[in-house]
């Protein structure tokens, strides 16, 4: 029981043998036993931090979305200006770089999202959405929303 995560795997070979019912029972136990104590470990060793920890992962999801909704108003703009009859090239090449600015600062702001909190379904959620919809990526997309 030192080592939880082997306790694990070797419970986990033994439910493979096809105990019988008052083992499996056992096994089962065991198992959910050693699954909590890990879930409470890795929940203390996060709790030092978990108040400053979720303040900065709140301040970059807004930086997040604030940056994804300013890039999908200038590529709206760029499409609509694209649109017209006789497009102005220069109004184009001053969009289109702010455009790619814009879309610079939501992946920084996605490396320092990922960096606080991994696997936060609404961010994936909405880093995926921006990616599929704005993007047109849809293989970067598809992968976040499957997560």
């Known amino acids: 029981m030192n080592s939880k995560q082997q306790a694990l795997q070797e419970l986990l070979q033994a439910e493979q043998n096809k105990p019988s019912l008052d083992e499996e029972f056992i096994i089962y136990r065991y198992k959910k036993i050693i699954e909590d104590e890990i879930a409470e470990s890795q929940n203390e060793s996060q709790g030092n931090l978990d108040v400053v920890t979720e303040l900065t992962f709140q301040t970059h999801l807004r930086q997040i979305q604030a940056n994804i909704e300013k890039a999908t108003l200038l590529y709206m703009e760029f499409w609509a200006q694209l649109s017209e009859e006789a497009p102005d090239l220069a109004k184009l ?42 993007i047109n990526d849809k293989e970067g997309g598809d992968d976040l929303l499957e997560k």
């Open 93 to 134: 090449n001053d969009i289109g770089s702010k455009i790619s600015a814009a879309v610079q600062t939501v992946e920084d702001n996605w490396v320092k999202l990922i960096k606080v909190n991994p696997n936060n379904p609404v961010a994936m959620k909405l880093y995926g959405k921006f990616l599929l919809e704005i």
